[in-house]
């Protein structure tokens, strides 16, 4: 079946450093791909996404490309703040209308002032 | 846009007692809806969803089941709860052409 896989975490890392989080999925057809965002406390939110091959989502400073030949999504970005810190979510959406989503397992993202 | 009402925000429930989560979605009309849950430490594991009224697909076989007796409704019960049943659970849907939007999510702590 479709599946997502994401880098483990924590992710450590000091304000302003570059920020890669690893995704890779699984699944048949073309899905659409997305980025998930849970800040402390509060629940998921769409960051970013992206419907077909090459595709670049952004957001907030994040990116993400979606590479067919490769199966990744990966969630970069320049410079991250003590803001963004967080656990981030690749999914993707399979099914007429995107109706069916698959998650991964999260990577927790801490920034150090 | 849409938004996703969920209720109640915590609740402790012991074992074996009966559980009934609700979900309402404002701002959209026959959308799809899932129940996902987020366990302690780990991902978010997809339980049901249902793309209409009476419409419901099991992602895993569990304690748990869901009912659309409405467009916009989506419940989630269990006749007798088990410890493992403890989780973060969060309602989401999807409306026309839009991404998945969450509720602010159920913590239910079963003791």
């Known amino acids: 079946g479709d599946s997502v896989t994401q880098m483990e975490g924590p992710v450590t890392l000091s304000e302003e450093a570059f920020l890669t989080i690893n995704c890779t999925y699984t699944a048949t057809g073309y899905p659409s791909l997305f980025w998930y965002v849970q800040y402390p406390g509060e629940s998921l939110q769409l960051l970013l996404k992206a419907t077909k091959a090459d595709d670049k989502g952004s957001n907030k400073g994040f990116e993400a490309t979606y590479r067919k030949e490769t199966t990744s999504f990966h969630l970069e970005k320049g410079s991250v703040q003590v803001s963004d810190s967080a656990v981030y979510f690749c999914?993707?959406?399979?099914?007429?209308?995107?109706?069916?989503?698959?998650f991964g397992t999260g990577t927790r993202l801490k920034v150090l002032a | 846009s849409q938004t996703i009402h969920q209720w109640p925000a915590t609740l402790v429930q012991p074992v074996g007692s009966p559980l009934s989560l609700e979900c309402t979605v404002e701002g959209t009309s026959n959308p799809n809806l899932y129940w996902y849950r987020q366990a302690a430490g780990r991902g978010l594991q997809l339980l049901f969803y249902s793309v209409g009224i009476g419409q419901i697909s099991s992602e895993v076989p569990q304690n748990l089941s869901a009912s659309r007796p409405q467009d916009r409704q989506f419940i989630l019960s269990s006749k007798k709860l088990l410890l493992s049943d403890s989780g973060f659970y969060l309602c989401a849907g999807q409306g026309d052409n839009s991404p998945l939007h969450f509720g602010n999510g159920t913590r239910l702590t079963v003791t």
């Open positions: 999914a993707l959406g399979q099914g007429s209308g995107t109706y069916k989503y698959i």
